[in-house]
């Protein structure tokens, strides 16, 4: 974000996607959201489309804060990665932590998603988005043994994702921490071959 009055700007959006919908944001009902005075955010996003491109940039970097704070210091694996249990367990906190604490996030990212099916230049933006998250997919089932990693990656997300969206806007309830860790435990065996 180039400024800490545009993450504010991003944050009241996202806020107002995962409270009232794609057809809620408005730059008066960010304005509003946010605090601060009318035509504010038209200054950091002119239009309708860059204050999408803006708030898909944010919640991008809410997102990936939410994964590295479920990794080790260092960026790695955590201590015995190599082990299915450590990498489920973090798995499971990381996924958990999307589903509960920064429910109004992966909500909000819904709601980008769509749109950006709709808008290419938006489709764009939230591609590459998710290419950062598929290879860090495939970073983790890598350190798993995985002998397939990036088929594998691809599997993960698309297991991850139904968990989400299950659990936010389907009809499944909220996993546990303990229910998380024995579906991911199971997953990685399968992937490799443990």
């Given amino acids: 974000m180039s400024s800490q009055r545009a993450a504010v700007v991003a944050d009241a959006a996202i806020a107002i996607l995962a409270e009232r919908g794609m057809r809620g944001l408005t ?18 996003a002119r239009t309708r489309a860059a204050l999408l491109e803006l708030t898909l940039a944010r919640l991008a970097e809410r997102e990936e804060a939410v994964f590295a704070a479920a990794t080790p210091p260092d960026g790695g694996m955590p ?3 190599g082990e299915v249990a450590p990498l489920a367990d973090l798995l499971a906190r990381t996924i958990h ?3 509960t604490v920064h429910r109004e996030t992966t909500i909000a990212r819904y709601e980008l998603a769509l749109e950006a099916s709709r808008r290419p230049e938006l489709r764009t933006i939230y591609d590459e988005v998710g290419r950062r998250f598929r290879e860090q997919a495939v970073a983790v089932l890598a350190a798993a043994g995985s002998p397939d990693p990036v088929r594998h990656g691809r599997q993960m997300v698309a297991y991850v994702e139904g968990m989400l969206f299950d659990a936010i806007v389907g009809a499944g309830d909220v996993p546990d921490l303990d229910e998380l860790g024995a579906a991911f435990r199971e997953l990685l065996r399968v992937v490799s071959g443990r």
């Fill in 79 to 81: 201590e015995g990665a």
């Fill in 27 to 44: 730059h008066r009902a960010v304005d509003e959201a946010a605090g601060l005075p009318p035509g504010s955010t038209s200054n950091h």
């Fill in 97 to 99: 932590a999307a589903i």
